[in-house]
């Protein structure tokens, strides 16, 4: 069966240090990925995706995430955490082949970050 | 948010009515989504629609019912067969399927009691 898994419930990092948010997959060929953000009573905001090219994806707000197709991983970084990054951290991914219009979603990390 | 609206934020139901839950987008996407999120859960997709006139159920639609009538338009109607339907629900929307991005509305929190 196909899935994500983010191990972590929760991560703490102290405010300036570098966070990692950990997401594995598993799914049948090779995937698109993608890492949402999820404010207090708010929807989830798109972070950014991997689709094909370099392994090494930035996007919004100073997140990177680098997908690892050996460890079938796109763990989501950022240099230094701010505290305004706490929030719910979601993973997905879907399958390259066909025309997929459903996301394969992870339980989410929750992230907390302290001054 | 922006492009995509959820109505009403909040909504209270009597058990045993049925609700129904607004999302409009002006996005011009061709996909639309429906997910239920539960305290401390991830998403669980209910509904989703690829093009006008279409949709497909995801992997919670007991009890639920949608239609596409408008591009623009998903409305969810959550059924008194709905057995647990409190809950936070969110509307999204892509350009398509694959590798685009889900694009999402703020939420509409659901209570019935």
């Known amino acids: 069966a196909q899935s994500v898994a983010q191990p972590e419930d929760q991560v703490n990092v102290a405010e300036g240090n570098p966070l990692t948010v950990k997401c594995t997959y598993s799914?049948?060929?090779?995937?698109?990925l993608f890492w949402y953000v999820q404010y207090p009573n708010r929807g989830l905001q798109f972070l950014l995706k991997?689709?094909?090219?370099d392994n090494l994806v930035k996007g919004s707000y100073g997140f990177e995430a680098e997908f690892n197709k050996s460890q079938t991983s796109f763990h989501l970084k950022k240099p230094s955490a701010l505290v305004s990054d706490s929030a719910l951290y979601f993973c997905?991914?879907?399958?390259?082949?066909?025309?997929?219009?459903?996301?394969?979603w992870g339980a989410g990390t929750k992230l907390i970050i302290k001054p | 948010d922006g492009g995509i609206t959820q109505s009403p934020k909040y909504l209270f139901r009597k058990e045993g009515q049925n609700v129904t839950l607004s999302c409009e987008q002006n996005?011009?996407?061709?996909?639309m989504y429906w997910y239920r999120q539960d305290p401390g859960q991830g998403l669980r997709l209910i509904y989703y629609?690829?093009?006008?006139?279409?949709?497909q159920k995801g992997d919670i639609a007991e009890g639920y019912s949608v239609s596409r009538e408008k591009k623009e338009s998903f409305p969810l109607t959550v059924t008194s067969a709905q057995k647990n339907p409190t809950a936070f629900y969110l509307c999204?929307?892509?350009?398509?399927?694959?590798?685009?991005?889900?694009?999402f509305g703020p939420g509409t929190r659901l209570t019935v009691t």
């Open positions: 999204a929307t892509a350009e398509g399927g694959g590798g685009y991005e889900q694009y």
């Open positions: 991997y689709i094909t090219g």
């Open positions: 997905a991914v879907t399958p390259q082949r066909g025309s997929n219009y459903q996301l394969i």
């Open positions: 629609s690829q093009i006008v006139n279409d949709f």
């Open positions: 996005l011009n996407h061709d996909a």
């Open positions: 799914v049948s060929g090779n995937p698109y």
